[in-house]
């Protein structure tokens, strides 16, 4: 088991009496070079989740165990790379044990090749969630996180971007954790799908998605679809 | 150009109401240049300048330090800024005037009042400017480093100083300019050399000349400080503003 997660309780602080219940009972495990999807609505407490795995977020009743001394990388929501360094020196400096090499075939694998020297102000929405995977994956992670990677990119971009992910998590095996609220997202990188409640959510199915992706037939998908939406509708 | 042409302008007022004033009230500008070519050539100018100029590298250089620690201490951490905001406020609002006179009469008069006093004028200012820039951090940066476990080090060149850098070119700015005025004042009071000694001499024996030919050339000096290492330094850490700036329109 490379991550287990066991949540009691996490409240979101609000004024005197006023905190709310964000996640209770949550339960999920991934194995080594498994991607885990958490699907869910938006607002029931998704980001929280991915903020308390990547150890950013220690106000919780739970356990949450993580690979022993592994590597963590994360694609926020927003990029966050550094405005102040070019897309290369963002990588370089995240990544310092990367070579030179490697973190050149990271870019012209993502399609930045021709942006290495540029700011970050300079790339759109788009190009900088890639330079934020590029620097996610240059340092080679034991566990990645993705939040919402393809959310405010327009549809066919999004779709072009999740299946250079989905390939590039496929080649590399790394194990990772993607939140999204759209079931199509999550079918399309995920081997195993988390479904998560209202607030406080936990875990109300795990649905398994049929591997090799690329075989997966229309009808598996789309029972995958209905199995996952009645598992939303429940709630 | 225009800048050029202002101040050939002020040059050029200076010799015409010397044609008009008595010599004793304002001196004409080649007599001056004439009287400081004379004192650089006796090594006298140099001599004072240079006293002059390491006071306000040495206090330039403490102030600084220390206040933009002590003020980045203060942005980050609520206890310290608890602390230490009393003291802010009170040598923010001490005249200068009574510092230095103070630094004389507790410590004497020796070069380490000296420097201390005006070291302690400026303490306050950078004190403000880095409190400023620490608490204008961007945490979004700092979990950033946090996840993907930046060194210390690291996290200090990369993600703390670029964010600080501004702050600290600003207030490097208004402090030269703060520090190198105060330098004359301690040194008009109670030390034996510099050009601010210089200047009291020249008020005791009412030289026009005398006053201007030290004066000038250390203006000149600090205006070249001022254009050639603080702004271009200043530039320089904001060139990724001017870049995405640029980019914009």
Known sequence: MLLDIAIDAKDHPGGAGRARRVLQGLRLSLEKHQAGAVLGPSGCGKTTLLRIVAGLDHDYAGHVATPAGGRLAMVFQEPRLLPWRSVQDNIRIAAPLASVTEIDALLADLGLGGHADQFPSRLSLGLARRAALARALAIKPDLLLLDEPFVSLDAALALALRERVARLIDETGVTTLLVTHDLSEAIGIADRIFVLSKPPARVVATLDVATPRRLMTDAARQELTERAQAALAAE | ?249
């Not at chain 2, 002020?10 to 007599?31: K, N, T």
């Not at chain 2, 040598?91 to 070069?111: H, M, S």
């Open chain 2, 1 to 249: 150009m225009i800048r050029l042409a202002s101040f050939a302008s002020i040059l050029l007022l200076w010799f015409a109401l010397a044609q008009v004033f008595d010599p004793r009230h304002l001196p004409d500008p080649l007599s001056v240049m004439e009287l400081a070519f004379s004192e650089a050539d006796s090594g006298a100018l140099f001599e004072h300048l240079g006293a002059t100029l390491a006071r306000v590298a040495a206090a330039f250089t403490l102030a600084m330090g220390l206040g933009s620690a002590l003020g980045y201490l203060m942005g980050r951490n609520r206890l310290a800024n608890d602390i230490l905001d009393p003291w802010l406020v009170v040598l923010l609002n001490l005249p200068a005037l009574v510092v230095i006179v103070l630094a004389y009469l507790w410590a004497g008069l020796n070069e380490a009042a000296a420097v201390g006093a005006v070291a302690l004028n400026k303490l306050p200012g950078a004190m403000v400017f880095a409190r400023e820039g620490a608490r204008a951090q961007d945490p979004s940066y700092d979990e950033m480093a946090r996840v993907f476990r930046f060194s210390r080090q690291a996290r200090l060149r990369h993600v703390v100083l670029p964010q600080l850098a501004p702050y600290l070119a600003a207030s490097a700015r208004a402090g030269l300019s703060l520090v190198w005025k105060i330098v004359l004042v301690v040194e008009l009071l109670g030390r034996p050399n510099g050009v601010g000694f210089k200047i009291n001499l020249a008020f005791q024996l009412f030289d026009l000349r005398l006053l201007l030919a030290y004066a000038l050339p250390f203006v000149a000096i600090m205006l070249a400080v001022e254009l050639l290492l603080a702004q271009p330094f200043e530039s320089y850490v904001s060139r990724w503003r001017l870049d995405a700036a640029r980019h914009r329109h």
